[in-house]
């Protein structure tokens, strides 16, 4: 079982739409959570972390289960600039971050 | 504020060659960590160096090493270079551990291509 599991993508949606992204990470020690997203041929760039209480920024949502060692990511009213892999990210010991494979997002017009 | 920065962003070599590459922090971390991204593949975790010392590394050949400076700049160095080694080497720097949820932030990579 890999360390960081995403949804397969790619996902194909309509601008406008709502989008969901889960992730399951296997390390039950693991303390800190992030989404970042990547543009083809780029660096990751932090999206946002994640709090067990859930967050919000702005259309971006993000959840935190720690007794089912899940994590999601919601988009609303998607922009065609959303378009990007999306990667989960969880600490694991030893002061790695452990990065899951990505889920495509391509918002269309 | 500059972000983090690597040198350099293209870099050639030939097989069994030595390849360095090297990466400036944000000012003010202390933490550098270094992946690999293979074409069409996942971030790898490679090494991770904290405060000048190696912290954990991952699962990579001795073959991949480096260290970290006094002043928390870095240096990644691939020996014995193999055609497999071609990928987007990317450093990252956060203000301490992850453990104490700190974030990271990539600088945009050396693009290494073995030949």
């Known amino acids: 079982r890999k360390e960081v599991e995403q949804d397969p993508g790619p996902f194909n949606v309509p601008e406008g739409a709502t989008v969901a992204f889960n992730c399951t990470y296997s390390n039950s020690a693991s303390q800190s959570f992030f989404w970042y997203r990547q543009d083809c041929r780029k660096e990751p760039k932090l999206l946002m972390s994640v709090y067990s209480s859930g967050n919000e ?13 899940y994590i999601s990511l919601l988009i609303r009213d998607s922009k065609l600039s959303d378009s990007a892999t999306y990667l989960c990210v969880v600490t694991a010991g030893g002061g790695k971050l452990i990065f899951g494979q990505g889920t495509e997002l391509s918002v269309k017009p | 504020e500059a972000g983090v920065t690597q040198s350099p962003t293209h870099l050639i070599k030939t097989r069994g060659q030595q390849a360095t590459l090297r990466c400036s922090p944000i000012s003010g971390h202390t933490s550098v960590y270094w992946y690999q991204q293979a074409l069409g593949l996942g971030l790898q975790f490679l090494l991770w160096y904290d ?13 991949f090493s480096g260290r970290q400076f006094p002043n928390y700049s870095s240096e990644l160095n691939v020996n014995a270079l193999e ?8 450093c990252a720097s956060s203000l301490g551990a992850p453990l104490k949820n700190t974030e990271a932030f990539f600088g945009q990579g050396t693009r290494l291509t073995v030949v």
């Open chain 1, 57 to 69: 920024d702005g259309r971006f949502t993000a959840q935190l289960n720690r007794a089912s060692q």
């Open chain 2, 51 to 63: 405060e000048g010392e190696e912290r954990n590394r991952g699962n990579f050949p001795p073959r």
């Open chain 2, 83 to 90: 055609l497999e080694d071609s990928a987007l080497y990317l």
